[in-house]
């Protein structure tokens, strides 16, 4: 049995105890906030037997006996929560973003190098269903080869949702807004389909909450890939200015066929005019339902290549591309210029 804590006990820390509460290797001993009720709560809802909460990850860490650590803090905390837990040799797990910035994106690097624990990062929605019927459609020479994609989150935050977090809308605490935080998932998804990035362009508005957040509320980017040594480019574009929460689109045009992936849905028209649909739906998916029904299956295959020593497919390695896309995205935006990868 593993002993695991968690840190940051919020909505998507449910998520994630309650993935580990089904799972037999695991015991959830330790749970910590700075708002200890929070914790407190989380143990009596999720903790195995004698399990505690403490008020600081620095008391957890001290005092739990962890094995493993699952970070579900506000994104500026990511870091240097887990260079501490690696540093004492805890295996760590971490919801997205793996860093806000470049400098903490190195310091994240030289905590896995300097260990002997994993690190894995919750990019989930590459455990969809619907993820893996696209890499299914693409292995296909009736499909045929990428020539280029666009995808499109439109979602809905209103004012409350940034006022009373006490982090998010700040660009110290949260790192940026529609990007970073709602669409990055989408973003993973298409650097997972294109390849790797060549340079970005983009931009970036605040246009329904001015002079209460200090991030982008809208952001969009034209994306330039080599796409197994071919260049192809993507169209990309999020929001949280909608009036709804709108399914994710990603569209991925290749020489034979296009496929789109929306909702649960994946849909491919041939041009020779047949069209395939496939229905990929998971009942009881724990949190929003646009989260993507991922995050106890990424979860569960943390823990199998722990415990098999097999590469985890989420660790840093395998998710730099996008961690530094997205930070291009920012710099492109921010700064009003091309950035080359």
Known sequence: MLKVGIVGCGGIAAVHAIALAQM???????????????ADSFVEQYGAEGAK????????????GIEALHICTPHYLHVPMAA???????????????????????????????????LGICFQNRYNATTK???????????????????F?????????????????????????????????TLDLLVRWMGTPIETEASMSNHHLKGVIEVEDTLEAYIRFDTDGRETTACFYATTAHVDDAPVMIELACEHATIRLEDTNVICKYQDGRVDTY????ANIPGKSYWGAGHADCIADYYDCLTSGRDYPNALPHVENTLHEM???????REHKVVKF
């Not at 019927?133 to 995808?151: C, F, H, N, W, Y």
Request: net charge negative.
């Open 24 to 38: 037999e290797m695991i015991e959830l001993t330790a749970f910590a906030d700075i708002k200890k009720e929070r």
């Open 53 to 64: 909460s403490y008020g600081s990850i620095e008391e957890m860490l001290e005092e739990s």
């Open 84 to 118: 501490a837990a690696l540093k004492k040799g805890i295996h760590v797990f971490m919801e997205k973003p793996p860093a806000i910035t470049r400098e903490q994106a190195e310091e994240l690097k030289a905590a896995v190098e300097a260990s002997d624990a994993k």
């Open 133 to 151: 019927k696209v890499d299914e459609l693409l292995q296909s020479p009736e499909v045929g080869k990428i020539r280029g994609a666009r995808a």
């Open 153 to 185: 989150v439109t979602w809905h935050r209103t004012e409350p949702y940034y006022t009373e977090s006490g982090w998010r809308g700040a660009l110290a605490t949260e790192g940026g807004g529609a990007l970073i935080n709602q669409s990055v998932h």
């Open 279 to 282: 229905s990929c739906v998971k």
């Open 327 to 333: 930070l291009d995205i920012y710099e492109s935006a």
